[in-house]
């Protein structure tokens, strides 16, 4: 059964800091692996998208790792903010004939001032 | 930027009435889904949509639900006899095709089932 696991399940940081959330999967056959920022009662908003070939990708102060023999990710965030304050969710896709994706249980993170 | 626009954004319905909730993909993707997030929970894929006809479906679509793409715009989810345990965000997504590269999610409809 594909699975995407992801540690911590929550976090509160001071503005301004860094922190880094992991994730861990076992998805077959394995397309992608992106991450999400999902505020409350809202869609999930991609932030980065990595394939197989890729270990890094940034976007603005958000850098996602990918290491595909271990099936584990992580996204670093720099110089939070108070609106980086969200649930940060992992999520693979299957290389099937739906392309459907498995998410992570997400880490809400909290920025506090 | 092209979003996906989902209506209503929250509907409240009575046990086993029938609900529809409506979604316009962008208009250039090929793919169309349906997933949902109960409160509290991770988001669960529920079917996925392609050349007018289901291409995958996780264990959760049952005979209860059904979707549609009545014309060239909209996707619907229908969900028959509606259950209390069907409270939950519902979020459309649409993608170019393959590789999920194009993979954008509407706002979501939060079902209230009273």
């Known amino acids: 059964k594909n699975q995407v696991e992801q540690s911590p399940q929550s976090l509160i940081i001071l503005e301004g800091k860094n922190c880094t959330l992991q994730c861990n999967y076992t998805v077959s056959p394995f397309s992608n692996l992106r991450w999400y920022k999902q505020d409350t009662g809202r869609g999930p908003v991609s932030l980065t998208i990595?394939?197989?070939?890729?270990n890094t990708k940034s976007n603005g102060r958000y850098t996602a790792t990918l290491d595909a023999d271990t099936k584990q990710s992580s996204l670093h965030i720099t110089a939070s903010q108070l609106s980086d304050s969200a649930s940060y969710i992992c999520?693979?896709?299957?290389?099937?004939?739906?392309?459907?994706?498995?998410f992570g249980g997400g880490t809400r993170l909290m920025v506090k001032p | 930027e092209p979003e996906v626009t989902q209506t209503p954004s929250h509907q409240v319905t009575q046990m086993g009435q029938e609900v529809i909730l409506r979604c316009v993909p962008i208009?250039?993707?090929?793919?169309f889904y349906w997933y949902r997030q109960i409160l509290g929970q991770k988001v669960e894929f529920l079917v996925s949509?392609?050349?007018?006809?289901?291409?995958?479906k996780s264990e959760i679509f049952d005979d209860q639900f059904s979707v549609e793409r009545p014309d060239g715009s909209n996707f619907t989810l229908k969900i028959r006899s509606t259950k209390l345990e069907d409270s939950a965000m519902y979020f459309c997504a649409s993608n170019t095709g393959t590789g999920a590269y194009g993979y954008t999610f509407g706002s979501g409809t939060r079902l209230t089932v009273v």
């Open positions: 999520v693979v896709s299957s290389n099937n004939a739906g392309n459907m994706l498995t």
């Open positions: 990595m394939t197989f070939s890729e």
């Open positions: 208009s250039n993707h090929l793919y």
């Open positions: 949509f392609y050349n007018n006809e289901i291409s995958e």
